[in-house]
């Protein structure tokens, strides 16, 4: 008899395996890139670059869901066009450590999706760029 698996009651991001998954892989991609700077397989720049745009982003979600908490009426919040243009700008890490740890952004299945596009985008370009030795 098959087993079946229905994740459907679940939000994406409240297994605690995918989330301890999500803040490893973001976590261990800037570990990667600092390294990769320190050995002088890429500039360091693009090392800080991606820690720097990830610590603004994580604040940005920090402070959204402040917002989102602290007032009743339609507060002003921070678009989700702007949370993704961060994310695809090298603030992905921080954005996926922000959606896990916050719990901010974390059930919208679309704007999931959105981010989840942006991260192939910016690693798919990091990856060319050091492929075509542009770094």
Excluded at 52 to 68: C, G
Aim: charged share 15%; net charge positive.
């Amino acid at each position: 008899m098959p087993i079946i698996i229905s994740f459907s009651n679940c939000s994406i991001g409240e297994s605690p395996l995918i989330k301890k998954t999500l803040l490893l892989f973001s976590v261990s991609f800037l570990v990667v890139l600092v390294i990769g700077g320190l050995l002088d397989y890429w500039p360091y720049l693009v090392a800080s670059v991606y820690c720097t745009m990830s610590s603004i982003t994580f604040l940005v979600y920090k402070w959204d869901k402040r917002l989102a908490i602290e007032s009743t009426d339609q507060p002003i919040r921070v678009p989700e066009r702007s949370l993704h243009i961060l994310a695809l700008i090298c603030g992905w890490p921080g954005a996926l450590i922000a959606q896990q740890w916050l719990r901010h952004k974390s059930q919208k299945r679309a704007f999931i999706a959105v981010l989840w596009l942006t991260i192939i985008i910016n690693t798919s370009l990091l990856g060319a760029a050091y492929y075509w030795q542009l770094l």
